[in-house]
């Protein structure tokens, strides 16, 4: 158990819907980081939050929004859905510490979504 | 631009030694990782090498070559259970440690 928590863990719905996924970062951890994962693909980075704000950017789809809460947990919106956003959705969380890291990412279990 | 590229797949035999290769060519390189990922389970930290050199951990053992961009992954004394997908990953210091992973290697592992 890697102390990062998703929902939901599996998901179904139909193009041109929108979901939402949760994802709450280990305890103390002020970083989050979004995955795609499609069928045997790699992961594809989507967004990062550390500390409520946003960091970084990938190759994330202006139909997919994402932000960190003041609590640190954080969402991923998918909206207009389309086949291809079928995929596991990854959420991922990293300590910062003055002392520098390592950087070493603890994933979720993921959210499947399957469009239909 | 960050590019990470490693074999797709690989085969082995139970008890053997395999070595997982991946060269990499990134911006603000901050660390190289690898991790490892059963089907549909999210992936699991393995290792991570900052400095030239190698760094082992049990029947795993990663090495770095910044100057080549190269890093390699040697698994030990091969158990069925390491079949599975190995993820190469770059840190990118500019992005308050975001990871690029490549594609993943799928090792395939046989009695």
């Known amino acids: 158990d890697s102390g990062v928590t998703q929902t939901p863990k599996h998901l179904i719905t139909a193009t041109g819907q929108r979901v939402t996924l949760r994802c709450s970062p280990r305890s103390g951890d002020l970083s989050v980081y979004w995955y795609q994962q499609s069928l045997d693909q790699g992961l594809q980075f989507l967004i990062q939050y550390y500390n409520g704000e946003e960091r970084a950017k990938g190759n994330i789809l202006e139909r997919f929004s994402a932000q960190q809460f003041p609590d640190l947990h954080s969402e991923l919106n998918l909206s207009s859905l389309e086949l291809g956003d079928s995929a596991l959705y990854f959420c991922a969380s990293s300590v910062r510490t003055s002392g520098g890291n390592t950087g070493e990412l603890f994933f979720g279990e993921g959210s499947r979504l399957t469009v239909l | 631009g960050q590019n990470i590229d490693q074999p797709t797949e690989m085969t082995a035999t139970e008890g053997a030694i395999v070595q997982i290769n991946c060269t990499y060519q990134?911006?603000?390189?901050?660390?190289l990782f690898w991790y490892q990922q059963h089907a549909g389970e999210a992936p699991t930290f393995l290792s991570y090498n900052v400095l030239d050199g190698l760094e082992e951990k049990g029947r795993f053992s990663s090495f770095l070559s910044r100057s080549k961009g190269y890093s390699y992954l040697l698994l030990k004394e091969l158990q069925m259970k390491d079949s599975a997908s190995y993820l190469c990953?770059?840190?990118?210091?500019?992005?308050?440690?975001?990871?690029?992973f490549g594609a993943g290697t799928r090792l395939a592992v046989h009695p």
């Open positions: 990953a770059s840190s990118d210091r500019g992005g308050y440690n975001k990871l690029i």
């Open positions: 990134t911006s603000g390189f901050n660390g």
